[in-house]
């Protein structure tokens, strides 16, 4: 009978770890996603374009750019 408490305890405990486990890999798995997607994205003209006028300053002719005084 103790046999049985141990075990159904042990069942109890795989069954939480499992359930854990179960809902990390979903996490990483949607982060995983997010990350495939930015790639993509960071390999098109679009990102490209928004990098050079954001992080470099650059301005196109058509842009309007405006100045801190």
């Not at 049985?4 to 996490?27: G, H, P």
């Not at 003209?45 to 470099?56: C, P, S, T």
């Amino acid at each position: 009978a103790a046999s049985d408490v141990y075990k159904r305890q042990t069942l109890a405990t795989i069954a939480e770890d499992t359930e854990k486990l179960e809902s990390e890999l979903d996490a990483l798995e949607v982060e995983e996603e997010r990350l495939e997607r930015m790639l993509e994205y960071m390999q098109t003209d679009e990102y490209l374009l928004q990098y050079a006028r954001e992080k470099l300053g650059y301005v196109f002719p058509d842009d309007i750019k405006f100045y801190d005084e």
